[in-house]
């Protein structure tokens, strides 16, 4: 274990940048703050463990640290005792279905529908431009882990439904009332669903090259759902 | 409108108080941020309107303050131009159906659970010792407006399901896989759901007061849903 009790050491100076986007997207690297979430990713490639306890020690470099230190480098309100260096998910081609996201933004909305993608097993997550990074630390903790086990992949949202239009993929679009009722629905064998914006729902020339259109039957008192319940509901019934 | 410029008004120093939920429950009042909640509270009980801008007025006490005071007042990373302070809820007697919160914490979960009740015809929440208020901002804000449309209860739970019991109520627990799937069963009548603590699920005593226990169908890769997504999925089913 290596001992590091300088605020202004460089190590300490390179953990804290990588709780910006740019420096994750750089290194290919992300944090993963707290004991449960950093055992969970011992089997996804954790490149280093920084800790102020140190009685734990995992197979791999091991540094030991000041609290002081881990209040600069953790993004949460009170530090953890452990938290890591992990490499970003290997980024493998696509298989079975795929959640595509169209510009959310909100970091707690998105851990949580990797967490129910994992659940209903979905297994690729594309991130459509303009949305929030899903290595940024509030994505990781509400991942609750399941951002290690899912495909995640980026880019063009428009690209992505041509290719996957070509490869006999079915485009479900979510609109709030019009279209086909989740709940009744016939499955589909491969297909790709698209859950939009938090304000703003799936943008209109995506929602424009879609084959069907799901909605969720709600209440006339309420206008629309969280996108992160829409997108999970949707799952759900998609894997019955 | 009323004019006020100084950080040190006595106005400005109670609403900032409401921030707090020791006040929040002496005064029967919470805030509400931003325009388009502002607007769907203006049914439901505004004593007074806060703005910076000067186009827009209610009809009611209207104080027209500097942006340093809304910064002040406001708990959003970015003041907004308007915020009003509304009366809470009227509780009601309990009619239909009922969900019954355990020691729910994360206030965006709160939030995102009311947004999902209403969307799915629950009448009635019920939260037990240990929640979060449900009068925060963060709580309004996720809300989306539908707490103004809930009957909003407290108190202690294992007397609310005593007195449910006698009412012929049939007393859901929920367990992450022991029980009825939920999507098989048959529909009750009357009902209350039970949703726990975020990390920890409903507490054993609690439990153990319970008719029947449900569970959601998931991946074996994934341990557990986050709350707010398990009681909306349970909720969507129970009003199919």
Redesign the interface.
């Given at each position: 274990m290596i001992e590091i009790t300088s605020l202004t050491n460089d190590k300490v100076k390179y953990w804290s940048k990588l709780n910006k986007r740019k420096y994750r997207e750089e290194e290919g690297l992300y944090l993963v703050e707290s004991e449960h979430l950093v055992k969970e990713a011992l089997n996804f490639g954790i490149v280093e463990c920084v800790m102020t306890v140190s009685e734990d020690e995992y197979d791999v470099p091991t540094y030991h640290v000041t609290k002081e230190i881990m209040n600069k480098i953790s993004e949460l309100e009170s530090a953890p005792k452990i938290m890591a260096v992990v490499k970003k998910n290997k980024i493998k081609d696509i298989e079975g279905n795929v959640l595509i996201l169209d510009r959310i933004q909100d970091p707690?909305n998105l851990g949580?529908i990797i967490?129910?993608a994992?659940?209903?097993?979905v297994k690729n997550i594309f991130l459509g431009e303009g949305c929030v990074d899903a290595y940024n630390s509030k994505v990781v903790r509400?991942s609750?882990g399941?951002l290690f086990?899912i495909n995640l992949l980026s880019g063009n949202v428009l690209n992505l439904i041509e290719k996957l239009k070509n490869d006999n993929y079915r485009i479900l679009g979510t609109r709030v009332t019009d279209g086909l009722e989740v709940?009744k629905i016939n499955l589909f064998d491969k297909w790709a669903l698209i859950i939009g914006n938090e304000g703003r729902g799936v943008s209109e020339e995506v929602l424009n090259s879609c084959d069907d259109y799901l909605y969720?039957k709600?209440?006339d008192?309420?206008?629309?759902?969280?996108a992160?319940?829409a997108a999970?509901?949707i799952m759900?019934e998609l894997n019955?």
């Open positions: 707690g949580t967490r129910s994992v659940a209903f097993g509400s609750e399941m086990k709940k969720i709600m209440s008192n309420c206008e629309s759902l969280n992160a319940i999970s509901i759900y019955r």
